[in-house]
């Protein structure tokens, strides 16, 4: 039967209604769906190995002629193995399968078989035990390059192969939809010839070839979907500009310390920004500590001076209240007027900010993203700054930027992101790197510690106490759990109250309500509290100074820039801090981690090791960016594709703004398809 491409994956041969469930959780639903789910990788099965040469333990193919055969003893006791040895002209191996009467006569004696499988040596006989196998010259399933595909439960491989193998000759039916300038420029092959190649790969060469070409599809279809919704914001348009003149000496004076060198370096850059007609859009890396705090209040009072409003949007609300209050005691003195508004924001309160905000009465907004809400509107802003940026979305970000006429848009993260991935991210931005720490800071040391030190440790955190510092304990749980062998706030908390009784030891993690968590960390910040067990709600932005010890338990538990954004939170004074790593269970990766944790404190070292430990999946994870889910790309190993792609989707888009053109309608279907909700695609 002739499948079409629309078809549901229910007509296809062996997809009953239990198997159509399972490949929806794939997102597979037709025909085309199901020939755009490709392979993870290939397992070789081309080259035939002879007995003698082939390894043991590993799979192997090898081909041979049958010389004899054991039939079970008794047609009844099945326990009788079928024993069948097979020669090639260096050697012998004896086939073996139990509960397989229904081979004794498949295999017969002087004919020639593939087989593949693992070769055992047993008592010194080569024995291979229920290989694949079949007759050398009938149809080959066993011999070839065969597709290894990234399956859930309930499918097993040589399904997905069989249905695969039945939709086939459907492939031929998709079209070649790129411009036929792109095809030609980037040497790429036919969709069809692609899908074929990557199904049913019968050499490596055109394996690669395929790949390329859906790679390059598929970045084409993410990189225009991302200009689109950035499109507003193009180099041309004409932004606010805050001139020079408008000093910053005033906010420069009142200021405990001097700008560091990184600092000051970084300043200038968005100081030339601020003055140019178009708007700025920066990234500012600076690792955990080195004062992006400051680099962004600068910001912002130079544009208040400028006549303009600031708004400045954090990930927590915690952090929102942390940047209120170091924005109130720089900026209030010196005449500016600081608002917060998050979700917590009600009645009115928000009202009157709200209010306030559109009569332009109000200078500074700091918030979570409940400032995008669309009621939120600003007289005159002149600046975005988002903090910790890579929690936010595309969209938010695009959404917060239409709140004023092309404002400037400064982003500021301390995860180091490699410069290719940051363009796919963040667009056609600058990046500044703040690369100095403030001085008179000590290096934090780390140890790694297992479980039979801990006694030893909290000792240490009571030497510390008593010498009048403060300790963070984290933990990578809040309650205890039968499943999971790790350790848990709550019991951490119990523990360490019973042992130190004269310890003032507080308790905070996710569950808790926002107020309880405030009122625990301002505590805390106010000195009031001397050891804080924490889940990793401490994670991101926390300053507390006189805190000089960071245990994190279980540490095998957390991403490596988890452990770096979490040892950050101490090290923030003259006097000497520490980091300790309680590793719980001690696997390879574990160990690789736990090393490059005690021997660096550079966070852009520590971010290209996990790069390589955990791959981008993970770290770039879409859920954090708000960046659909690629099905064969991969971000990091493509970058020069990606490169590539970036001017043919600028090409396009100039050229058809609104992707309306007949020739695009492929193109805008596919992007629509992959950005979903996050994407509004005018007609
Ligand atoms: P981050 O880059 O992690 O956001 P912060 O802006 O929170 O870092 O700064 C960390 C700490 O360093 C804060 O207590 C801040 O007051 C202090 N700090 C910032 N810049 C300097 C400087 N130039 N000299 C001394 N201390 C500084
Ligand atoms: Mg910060």
């Avoid at 396009?652 to 994407?679: A, C, H, S, T, W």
Wanted: charged share 30%; net charge neutral; aromatic share 6%.
């Amino acid at each position: 039967m002739e499948l079409n491409l629309k078809d549901s994956v229910s007509k296809v041969k062996g997809v009953g209604p239990k198997k159509k469930e399972l490949l929806s959780h794939l997102h597979i639903e037709t025909v085309e769906d199901l020939l755009g789910f490709f392979p993870r990788k290939y397992e070789d099965r081309s080259q035939v190995t002879s007995i003698m040469e082939a390894p043991f333990d590993r799979d192997v193919l090898i081909c041979g002629k049958v010389v004899s055969r054991k039939s079970s003893a008794s047609a009844y006791n099945r326990k009788v193995p079928l024993r069948i040895l097979v020669e090639d002209n260096t050697g012998s191996v004896e086939l073996v399968f139990f509960n397989a009467k229904y081979l004794q006569n498949y295999f017969l004696v002087g004919q020639e078989y593939v087989l593949f499988g693992k070769i055992t040596l047993n008592y010194g006989r080569r024995q291979m035990a229920h290989p694949e196998f079949h007759k050398l010259g009938d149809k080959d399933d066993v011999r070839g390059i065969l597709p290894v595909y990234p399956l859930t439960e309930g499918i097993t491989q040589n399904q997905m192969r069989s249905w695969q193998m039945a939709v086939k000759d459907a492939a031929e039916q998709v079209e070649e939809w790129l411009p036929n300038h792109v095809v030609m420029d980037n040497h790429l092959c036919s969709p069809a010839y692609a899908i074929r190649n990557i199904h049913f790969p019968t050499d490596t060469q055109k394996v690669k070839e395929s790949r390329y070409r859906m790679v390059f599809e598929e970045l084409l279809v993410l990189q225009t979907g991302l200009f689109y919704i950035k499109k507003g914001r193009s180099s041309q348009a004409e932004g606010v500009s805050i001139p020079k003149t408008v000093s910053v000496e005033p906010f420069l004076k009142q200021l405990p310390f001097d700008l560091t060198p990184g600092q000051k370096k970084v300043w200038d850059e968005i100081e030339q920004d601020l003055a140019a007609h178009k708007p700025m859009n920066r990234l500012v890396q600076g690792d955990v500590g080195s004062g992006k705090t400051a680099v962004a209040e600068l910001a912002m009072y130079k544009a208040v001076k400028g006549g303009y409003q600031a708004v400045m949007m954090a990930p927590t609300e915690l952090l929102a209240k942390q940047h209120l209050a170091s924005l109130r005691r720089d900026l209030e003195p010196l005449g500016l007027h600081v608002e917060l508004l998050s979700s917590g924001t009600r009645g009115k309160e928000r009202t009157r900010i709200l209010d306030e905000l559109e009569r332009g009465k109000i200078d500074v907004l700091v918030g979570t993203h409940a400032i995008i809400q669309p009621d939120v509107r600003f007289r005159k802003l002149g600046i975005v700054i988002t903090d910790e940026q890579h929690r936010f979305g595309v969209n938010q970000r695009a959404l917060l930027t239409e709140k004023g006429q092309n404002p400037n848009v400064l982003v500021m993260t301390a995860t180091p992101i490699p410069r290719t991935l940051a363009v796919i991210l963040f667009g056609d931005l600058d990046i500044s790197v703040i690369d100095t720490m403030p001085t008179g800071r000590k290096p934090i040391r780390t140890y790694l510690r297992y479980n039979d030190a801990r006694k030893k440790v909290y000792d240490f955190l009571a030497s510390q106490v008593a010498e009048g510092r403060q300790c963070y304990v984290v933990a990578p749980l809040i309650e205890e759990s039968e499943n999971l062998d790790c350790r848990s706030a709550e019991e951490l908390y119990e523990e360490i109250s019973k042992g130190y009784p004269k310890l003032r030891v507080g308790l905070v993690h996710g569950g808790m309500k926002q107020d309880e968590k405030d009122a625990v960390m301002e505590k805390f910040a106010a000195g009031a509290i001397d050891i804080l067990v924490s889940t990793v709600v401490i994670e991101v932005g926390i300053d507390v100074a006189n805190a000089t010890v960071m245990v994190i338990e279980n540490c095998e538990r957390f991403g490596l820039a988890q452990l770096h954004q979490l040892r950050g939170r101490v090290g923030r004074s003259d006097k000497q801090s520490h980091c300790i790593l309680i590793c719980g269970k001690e696997t390879e990766v574990a160990a690789k981690r736990n090393e490059l944790m005690v021997n660096s404190t550079d966070g852009f070292t520590i971010a290209e090791e996990d790069l390589k430990l955990r791959g981008p999946g993970e770290i770039f994870g879409t859920r954090q960016h708000g960046l659909p889910e690629l099905n064969i790309a991969d971000l990091v190993k493509h970058v020069d594709i990606l490169d590539q792609v970036k001017d043919v989707a600028k090409d396009i888009l100039e050229e058809d703004p609104y992707l309306r053109d007949p020739d695009n309608q492929v193109l805008r279907d596919k992007v629509k398809k992959m950005f979903g909700e996050n994407i509004q695609l005018q007609l």
